[in-house]
């Protein structure tokens, strides 16, 4: 009975120590609760914007615009309908185009990008593959230099942002009331991919932005990024 006890014992204890190792690497080491989301990737919300903006001195094209969006498949509906913003519901995504009066010579006037975006993981990982492709077809038919152009990534975690840190993460976050952070993508992940060498992203205290001038980069950002959702 006593060794039926002590097995008993023994177990719970390794038990309480897998789980205590466990948990400290989640809350300390970003890799291993990347790790440990994208297993638990299915059911997540991801919560994000993403802009595109460059210079175009004509009128854009919408209707080019709108046969872009239905030789990608897509079925849409317009929010918004004025002659030079519109807002296309694509079912999963909001997705918008607007040209704005260019102030300056240099200004990006053309602003494209996914707007309020709340969906699965499974279709956030559909949603950015198939926007790099839109915006590549709209460069090459609007002949756009896509060096020129900027586009911009903000995630959006409410609460519970994982880039905040063990030590932030521990106080009451209505003690904070403002937080922003530059730092290195790679050091922070922990990731040694070369297509994002020399990337930082601002962390604030409910998001995270990366802005970069090359669309593939922050793709590949994104998708590292979204399995920071729990």
Same mark, same amino acid.
């Given at each position: 009975?006593m060794?039926i006890?002590?097995?008993i014992?023994?177990?719970t204890?390794?038990?309480?120590?897998?789980?205590?190792?466990?948990?400290?690497?989640?809350y300390?080491?970003?890799?291993?609760?990347?790790?440990?989301?994208?297993?638990?990737?299915?059911?997540?919300?991801?919560?994000?914007?993403?802009m595109?903006?460059f210079?175009?001195? *004509?009128? !854009? %094209?919408? =209707?080019?615009?709108?046969?872009? #969006?239905?030789? @990608?498949?897509? &079925?849409?509906?317009?929010?918004?309908?004025?002659?030079?913003?519109k807002?296309?519901?694509?079912?999963?995504?909001l997705?918008?185009?607007?040209?704005?009066?260019s102030?300056?010579?240099d200004?990006?006037?053309?602003?494209?990008?996914?707007?309020?975006?709340?969906?699965?993981y499974?279709?956030?990982?559909?949603?950015?593959s198939?926007?790099?492709?839109?915006?590549?077809?709209?460069?090459?038919? *609007?002949? !756009? %230099?896509? =060096?020129?152009?900027?586009?911009? #990534?903000?995630? @959006?975690y409410? &609460?519970?942002?994982?880039?905040?840190?063990?030590?932030?993460?521990?106080?009451?976050?209505?003690?904070?009331?403002?937080?922003?952070?530059?730092?290195?993508?790679?050091?922070?992940?922990?990731n040694?991919?070369?297509?994002?060498?020399?990337?930082?992203?601002?962390?604030?205290?409910?998001?995270?932005?990366?802005?970069?001038?090359?669309?593939?980069?922050l793709?590949?950002?994104?998708?590292?990024?979204?399995?920071?959702?729990?």
């Amino acid at each position: 009975m006593m060794d039926i006890f002590e097995n008993i014992l023994t177990i719970t204890g390794i038990i309480g120590l897998v789980y205590g190792f466990g948990s400290w690497l989640y809350y300390h080491k970003i890799k291993f609760y990347l790790i440990v989301n994208k297993i638990l990737s299915s059911r997540r919300e991801i919560q994000f914007d993403l802009m595109t903006s460059f210079k175009k001195n *004509e009128l !854009i %094209d919408f =209707k080019n615009i709108e046969n872009i #969006l239905k030789d @990608k498949g897509y &079925k849409y509906s317009k929010n918004q309908n004025l002659k030079n913003s519109k807002i296309y519901n694509l079912g999963s995504f909001l997705f918008e185009v607007k040209q704005i009066d260019s102030i300056d010579e240099d200004d990006r006037n053309v602003i494209i990008g996914v707007i309020n975006a709340a969906v699965t993981y499974k279709t956030a990982m559909k949603i950015i593959s198939d926007y790099e492709k839109i915006a590549g077809l709209i460069f090459e038919q *609007e002949n !756009i %230099d896509s =060096k020129k152009s900027q586009s911009s #990534l903000t995630l @959006k975690y409410g &609460k519970n942002n994982p880039f905040m840190g063990r030590n932030l993460a521990s106080l009451d976050k209505e003690s904070i009331k403002n937080f922003a952070c530059q730092v290195s993508f790679n050091e922070i992940i922990g990731n040694d991919d070369p297509t994002t060498e020399d990337t930082d992203i601002f962390i604030f205290k409910e998001s995270i932005n990366y802005t970069t001038n090359n669309l593939s980069n922050l793709v590949n950002v994104a998708r590292i990024c979204f399995n920071t959702y729990k």
